[in-house]
């Protein structure tokens, strides 16, 4: 793990200084943690009519086509940049297909450049499901995962958009911290007052997720 984090800190200081090669690998490197992003925040409308590695090619290119802008000023750390560029690309493609306008402000959280694709309540709620195939289990998903979906409604966006970051995108808190703007010290308190609020609003479903076997390996810890 130490000579995997090494290279890619390697990596990342090759590319702030405009190394197109070191591009090339650190985005390869990280592609399937972009890919995550992308599939948790495509709007579901969506899905099956756009691959995630077509975004991934765009936003390649896009990141090709500013590497010496980047390297000019490498403001926040390369994966961010990456990350950012591959959520702009998402936020185009919404725009093209889905007619899409600007959101209602209060309900998204700006990172950097203004409001971006957030996770949405119903993609997290899925995600803290986990797998119900069975069909005796069906009705029971149903009704849990709309109770979820209520307790991630009821929360500040902001926390639910830390639970995504650090959770289901698996950034550190320093990633997270980069993304939305805040110093580590606010990131990491905003995530634990998140998991707590989380906690506190599911109480009432936590039975019926233990009887189903699914949530308390899903869920964060």
Do not use: C
Not at 31 to 49: N, P, S, W
Request: charged fraction near 30%.
């Amino acid at each position: 793990m130490s000579q995997e984090s090494d290279t890619e800190d390697l990596l990342s200081e090759r590319m702030r200084r405009g190394e197109e090669r070191a591009l090339g690998e650190l985005f390869t490197a990280n592609r399937q943690r972009l890919r995550r992003m992308i599939q948790l925040r495509l709007d579901r409308r969506l899905q099956g009519r756009i691959d995630a590695s077509d975004v991934l090619q765009d936003a390649f290119i896009d990141a090709s086509r500013r590497l010496k802008e980047y390297a000019a000023d490498p403001a926040i750390p390369p994966f961010i940049w990456l990350r950012l560029l591959a959520v702009q690309r998402l936020q185009t493609l919404h725009r093209l297909q889905l007619s899409v306008k600007a959101r209602d402000a209060g309900r998204e959280v700006s990172l950097h450049s203004g409001p971006l694709p957030a996770a949405d309540s119903r993609s997290l709620a899925a995600q803290l499901m986990g797998r119900l195939t069975t069909p005796s289990r069906a009705a029971l998903r149903a009704e849990i995962q709309i109770k979820i979906q209520e307790a991630l409604n009821a929360m500040d966006p902001i926390d639910r958009e830390i639970l995504a970051l650090r959770h289901f995108e698996e950034l550190s808190n320093q990633e997270a911290a980069a993304v939305l703007g805040l110093h580590k010290a606010a990131a990491s308190n905003r995530y634990v007052r998140a998991l707590r609020r989380l906690k506190e609003l599911l109480a009432p479903t936590l039975s019926m997720m233990d009887k189903s076997g699914s949530f308390r390996s899903q869920a964060p810890k």
